[in-house]
């Protein structure tokens, strides 16, 4: 059994998705098994502040319960927003 959780996000990642989101990532990180949790970006077109928000959020949240996330699969625009939101220093890259 793997020690990594995957949350796919969706094409607009947004205040709108953050019931789903609330959920996942309380679940992941409640989970004694999973280590390391993966936002996969690889269809997210759309992010919002407060998707970044989110993702800080529950960043520390992770880092508390010595848990590590990561982000893989952004591209373009979204690529481009992460990196000016300085998402680098607080996720590693896969």
Known sequence: ???QAVVVLP??????YHKEFQQKCTD??????IKNIVFDFSRVEYLDSAALGMMMMWQRRAAASHKKMYIKGAKG???QILAMAN????????
């Open 1 to 3: 059994m793997s020690d």
């Open 28 to 33: 992941y990180i409640g989970d004694e098994l």
């Open 11 to 16: 094409n607009r990642f947004d205040y709108g």
């Open 87 to 94: 998402m680098q220093r607080l996720f590693d890259y896969l």
């Open 77 to 79: 625009a979204t690529a």
